[in-house]
């Protein structure tokens, strides 16, 4: 089993950042990837970044250059660097990590930009 534990969310105004962490325990063995999903009211989910087990990553393409994925492998801890937020990023982020062959969810942050 695999426990994630996000924060960071909050709210902030158009052009702030927000850093959201997600720490994981329990039985890390055979990690494919970690990464973050966001759900905004009324919209489907949808992947906003991850990062693959031999370090690279992929972006949704609303938050390039914008939001920055990093991982802590000493600290089993995923982070999301969002900056220049604007109001469509508000949405609840959800961690997620890939342990071949099962996902496992946080529990979710709130993130909402506004002024």
């Known amino acids: 089993q695999v426990q994630l534990v996000e924060s960071g969310g909050g709210l902030v105004q158009p052009g702030g950042s927000l850093r959201l962490s997600c720490a994981a325990s329990?039985?890390?063995?055979?990690?494919?990837?970690m990464g973050w999903y966001r759900r905004a009211p009324g919209k489907q989910r949808e992947l906003v970044a991850e990062?693959?087990?031999?370090?690279?990553?992929n972006y949704a393409d609303s938050v390039k250059g914008r939001f920055t994925i990093s991982r802590d492998n000493a600290k089993n801890t995923v982070y999301l660097q969002m900056n220049s937020l604007k109001p469509e990023d508000t949405a609840v982020y959800y961690c997620?990590?890939?342990?071949?062959?099962?996902?496992?969810w946080g529990q979710g942050t709130q993130v909402t930009v506004s002024s």
């Open positions: 997620y990590a890939y342990l071949i062959p099962t996902n496992y």
């Open positions: 329990g039985s890390m063995f055979n990690i494919a990837a």
């Open positions: 990062i693959i087990s031999g370090g690279s990553t």
